[in-house]
């Protein structure tokens, strides 16, 4: 399971947020043998006097958020990290510099999906790679 919010501001995001939307899930595909079809993103377009960021940065400057279920190895998420900044750097024209990832890692347990706990939930993808 993978959620991801996006947040830049709107005039930038909104123009963009498809193409990215795919660009982020080929990485998540990619660095964690996820499932083509599992796709589960939230974009936060916000004005830019609701979006504070610092010098340096550019008005494509955008944070990336990803929930994950524990077990993926140091490896896998130092991987998706470095697919992210390559590939949207390549294919959307946003540096590095302007681009910021989280990964937040919780247990299973912590999940509810489809009306169950997530560590009882039948997966069928592999998250200890």
Same mark, same amino acid.
């Given at each position: 399971?993978?959620?991801?919010?996006?947040?830049?501001?709107?005039?930038?995001?909104?123009?963009?947020?498809?193409? *990215?939307?795919?660009?982020?899930?080929?990485?998540?595909?990619?660095?964690?043998?996820?499932?083509?079809?599992?796709?589960?993103?939230?974009?936060?377009?916000?004005?830019?006097?609701?979006?504070?960021?610092?010098?340096?940065?550019?008005?494509?400057?955008?944070?990336?958020?990803?929930?994950?279920?524990?077990?993926?190895?140091?490896?896998?998420?130092?991987?998706?990290?470095?697919?992210?900044?390559?590939?949207?750097?390549?294919?959307?024209?946003?540096?590095?510099?302007?681009?910021?990832?989280?990964?937040?890692?919780?247990?299973?347990?912590?999940?509810?999906?489809?009306?169950?706990?997530?560590?009882?939930?039948? *997966?069928?993808?592999?998250?200890?790679?």
């Amino acid at each position: 399971m993978a959620q991801i919010k996006v947040y830049g501001i709107n005039k930038n995001l909104n123009i963009i947020k498809k193409k *990215l939307s795919d660009v982020i899930h080929s990485c998540v595909v990619d660095a964690f043998q996820y499932l083509v079809d599992k796709r589960f993103h939230r974009f936060f377009p916000l004005e830019e006097e609701d979006f504070y960021y610092p010098e340096g940065r550019t008005e494509k400057y955008t944070i990336i958020e990803i929930s994950i279920f524990e077990g993926r190895s140091i490896e896998a998420k130092k991987n998706l990290v470095r697919l992210l900044f390559e590939r949207i750097e390549k294919e959307l024209n946003v540096l590095p510099e302007d681009i910021e990832i989280t990964i937040f890692e919780t247990p299973k347990h912590n999940w509810g999906i489809r009306g169950v706990p997530g560590d009882e939930l039948i *997966l069928n993808y592999n998250v200890k790679i």
